[in-house]
């Protein structure tokens, strides 16, 4: 390894987004991850059955930001990509989010337009102004029959924890429909890369100013690393203070355990996601890859989905009391000059991709102003 002016753990979207701007800056990067891989939770790949599936989950690209649109365009050619995510619900397949559709479906009724269905949500959810937990925000919206069959053993699977023992914010960014709208984002911009996530990365860390080494856990190497001007941190922020301020209780993060599965048939379900929000299995959805850009293939691979404490933390779990774990080390992590923690595990909190390459693109601009721009130019042949 050589040394470097910039030092970056992590080459997902946090780590890959900071490394592309400081190289085209001028300065020398070194990006160590753990993995064998670039990308992070984005990576994807080419499976036995020639289908593009995603080792670490779907993710579905859609923001309403220009800056992030008009970056990741410099990186990849992209295809429109509405997502949409279908629930089995008492034997039926219905869209989420709620709209006219699923309710028509699982209460047998007649609503054809939107006063109708404010008139349906008015009478059937509760008056909760201001919930203060998520079992307060999914009544507001939903009521109490949806939150049980569609989001309260889901969520229970989801995080191991009931809504009522997680933040409102978390049920919050449940959208409800008002017509017959089964889009899952709303946002301008809704797409795809081409030719996948792992290709996007690729692109955006091929700069001669940047070093990137994997395999390699930062922290066996860390007093090996010096002389640096900077360090951004993309990683769990207790590991980085050696679970200091976690002696008695630990932030909590929860993993995915993915189960594929090759299925000697064209299709196994209609949708490229379903959710099964019920007790009757332990799996949170089913994702079949094939149906992301029309790809062929005489097999089908499915994934199952199941929810663990055990692994890969992948998202923060929001309530007051990780909350106060993570201003001790919030507190810490702002004592120190050349240090920057970014990113969901780093700041612990949940970003959408869109999210984090916006995060990573403003920490570079307040951190470097105007001096640091890049002439777009570069990526003209991209």
Known sequence: MRNADIVIIGAGISGAVLAERYANAGKKVLVIEKRSHIAGNCYDHIDDNGILVSKYGAHLFHT?????????????????????????VDGQLVPIPVNITTVNTLFGSDINTEDEMDEWLAENTLPIENPSNGEEAALSKVGPVLYEKMFKHYTKKQWDKYPEELDASVLNRIPVRTNHDDRYFS???QALPKKGYTELFRNILDHPNIEI??????????????????????GPVDRFFDFKHSLKDKLEYRSINFVSETIEQPFFQE??????????VAFTRIIEYKHFG????ENTTVVREYTTDEGEPYYPVPNPKNQQIYERYKTEADKLVDVHFVGRLANYKYFNMDQAFKNALDLFATLEGQQASVDTAAYENI
């Open 271 to 280: 949708n490229s996601v379903v959710n099964y929000p019920g007790e009757d």
């Open 187 to 189: 946002d301008i911009h």
């Open 294 to 297: 029309n790809q062929q293939s």
């Open 213 to 234: 080494v994997l395999n390699i856990d930062y922290f066996d190497i860390c007093d090996q690393i010096e002389g640096y001007e900077k360090l951004f941190y993309t």
């Open 64 to 88: 309403n930001y220009e800056d992030v649109w008009e970056y990741v365009n410099r990186f990849s050619d992209w295809y429109p990509w509405e997502h949409k995510v279908l629930a089995k």
